[in-house]
């Protein structure tokens, strides 16, 4: 490919991303967050100080201070490498969940037997498999983002998007390529299988409903609130509803320096998984006025290096180290088990 045929793949491969209306940066969604974030500011200020001042809204939307930051210029490099490369390295290299569904659905067929074709309720059929294959997404999303937490190797990937500094919807970009391919593979396993499932109880393979390809549950909340997880914005849900939806200020917590909260809000769009794994943090009604990032010491984070190279060879490092550091904590779990043991039997 040319110069000429490169810049022209790589425009449409952005303008497909813009104007796509499942896409996860459409302008659309971009368009519908931002009145939500006008109202929401709006609705604040006229509580606070009784009048609503729309250019100080504005200013504090596009607030300059973080648009001018090295954190949001290696936001806007990883969106460029994110939407004009990633769509490619990710077909060739993710199986699809389509080739799990397959798998999932003949193992099922072989140990179970075939179930005739249901003919009848062609809707509430469609209603359920959207549903199931939204939870599949979020399961998915949680175990995903979970082990990357837990897990030395992939969390120095996954560092890249926790070393933004100032939260903008384009963070959502702010993935290593090893991240999203790894994502894409727990995507595939998960809804590919919930997809075999539902092949095999229904006797055929189940439409749902889908905007472009993307289930349009998770496209709702992308419409709505989803981008302004990754904002300035403290928007909390709480009560019952910030124990089943994740607000735009669950995920701030998220992305939080403080230690306290560390390990905190996994979730996509729903807190239930937090809710039942004792990693949930309903965030407080008045904004902390967290700050963001990771402190730690070594190179700029927000270099191409540090976006693109670090993260590798730290992974490296931390997969080199791994043999030992099992080793150890068995030790040490032995160890503690000698110690327990041993204190019962002189009680
Ligand atoms: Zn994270
Ligand atoms: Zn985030």
Redesign the pocket.
């Known amino acids: 490919m040319d110069i000429y045929g490169a810049l022209r793949f790589s425009a449409a491969q952005v303008s497909g991303e813009l104007f796509s209306a499942g896409s996860i940066f459409s302008v659309y969604s971009l368009a519908t967050t931002f009145v939500i974030a006008v109202c929401a500011l709006a609705y604040r200020r006229k509580m606070r100080r009784g009048r609503v001042n729309l250019r100080a809204i504005a200013r504090a939307i596009f607030d300059k201070r973080i648009l001018l930051t090295p954190s949001f210029g290696a936001d806007v490099k990883l969106f460029a490498l994110s939407v004009v490369l990633m769509p490619v390295v990710v077909g060739a290299l993710v199986i699809s969940s389509n080739a799990v569904a397959t798998v999932v659905s003949g193992a099922l067929r072989n140990a179970f037997g075939e179930n005739a074709p249901v003919a009848c309720c062609h809707l509430s059929i469609k209603i359920f498999s959207t549903i199931a294959l939204f939870l599949a997404y979020e399961i998915g999303y949680w175990v995903d983002?979970y082990l990357?937490?837990r897990i030395a190797f992939l969390w120095e990937f996954?560092k890249v998007?926790?070393t933004a500094e100032a939260l903008t919807p384009v963070t959502n970009f702010r993935n290593h390529p090893i991240d999203n391919i790894i994502f894409g593979y727990m995507l595939a396993l998960f809804i590919g299988s919930a997809s075999g499932v539902l092949a095999w109880l229904f006797g055929r393979t189940t439409e749902s409903f889908t905007v472009d390809g993307k289930n349009i549950l998770f496209l709702l909340f992308l419409w709505t609130i989803g981008h302004l997880q990754h904002s300035q914005f403290w928007i909390p849900f709480r009560g019952v509803l910030g124990h089943i939806v994740l607000s735009p200020a669950h995920h701030q917590i998220?992305?939080s320096t403080d230690p306290s909260h560390f390990n905190r809000n996994?979730g996509s769009v729903l807190a239930v998984w937090d809710w039942m794994f004792g990693s949930l943090e309903i965030p407080t009604t008045n904004n902390p006025r967290l700050k963001y990032g990771v402190e730690e010491e070594g190179a700029d984070p927000h270099s191409v290096v540090g976006i693109l190279a670090t993260p590798i060879a730290k992974a490296a490092l931390a997969l080199w180290r791994a043999p030992a550091q099992v080793w150890s904590a068995a030790m040490e779990r032995m160890e503690q088990r000698r110690q327990g043991s041993k204190s019962t039997s002189i009680s």
């Open positions: 983002h990357k937490h996954h998007h926790h998220h992305h996994f």
